[in-house]
């Protein structure tokens, strides 16, 4: 039953959209050796791979079974909002959907499409500074740290803390800010972060499912508590990692 002064949501479902152009070219880059990849396309404009298609499609499904989501906040990249569109196909009812930038991909600034080999040869003083100041806090020129997406993400909260209490909300967005909500829900150090960054098997993968469910005998007056993270809810040979094909396995 939940609290008469519940300020929370009772689920937040938190999506990464699923497979896309980019995500395939960055692979290939990397295994060639090559310096960049993104063939010139903006990031906010790359569109999924039929295999992120149908990763949406499968986790759609699955959302439509477990969930009545009344709101979705959508980042407003190409790659997300077909992700939502196909995730909510499955849904009985409607559901308001909010472009929201704040949900937006991390922004790497001067780094943007270059492979770690990339990096190496172009900006030799911006790898060493990144080594110095650690991923946490490490900001490319024109572009943000960890820190600087917490920031953002947190006024999102505050805004869906205002619009959406008792409600079941769908979030879409990527991977970094997936960690931001866990950063911030969770109360998480760098450390704690980073520990859970620099682990093959928890890297959050495309179409991944992290949700939270308000527990009124949390705390003092009731939170937000983590449910599942980085559950994947479609095939195994869907998946874009071997990671990934294993939770997806696993779910066999």
């Known amino acids: 039953m ?21 995500n395939v070219g960055k692979q290939a880059a990397q295994a060639a050796g090559k310096l ?12 999924l791979t039929a295999c992120g298609t149908r990763q949406a499609e499968a986790t759609g499904k699955y959302l439509s079974g477990k969930f009545k989501l009344d709101r979705a906040f959508v980042s407003p990249y190409l790659r997300t909002v077909q992700t939502a569109q196909l995730m909510l196909k499955p849904c009985g009812n409607p559901i ?41 806090y490490y900001r490319p020129p024109g572009g943000e740290s960890y820190p600087d997406v917490a920031l953002r993400v947190h006024s999102f909260i ?28 969770e109360r998480m150090t760098e450390k704690e972060l980073l520990a859970i960054d620099r682990d093959p098997e928890q890297d959050v993968c495309n179409c991944s499912v992290t949700w939270y469910e308000f ?7 009731g939170r937000l508590v983590l449910r599942e993270f980085n559950g994947v809810h479609y095939p195994a040979e869907d998946a874009s990692t071997p990671e990934c094909g294993k939770k997806a396995g696993a779910r066999r």
């Open 36 to 47: 960049e990849y993104g063939g010139g396309v903006r990031d906010m404009d790359v569109a």
């Open 96 to 136: 308001e959907v909010t472009l929201e930038e704040r949900i937006r991909e991390k922004e790497f600034g001067i780094l943007d499409g270059l492979t770690k080999k990339g990096i190496h040869e172009k900006y030799p003083d911006e790898e060493h500074r990144r080594e110095r100041d650690g991923k946490y």
């Open 158 to 185: 505050g805004t869906m803390v205002r619009e959406c209490a008792r409600q079941s909300v769908l979030v879409v967005c990527h991977s970094v800010i997936v960690l931001a909500f866990r950063r911030l829900l």
């Open 215 to 221: 527990d009124p005998r949390a705390g003092d007056r």
């Open 2 to 22: 939940a609290s008469a002064e519940q300020k929370w949501m009772n689920q937040l479902v938190i999506v990464r959209h699923g497979e896309s152009q980019r």
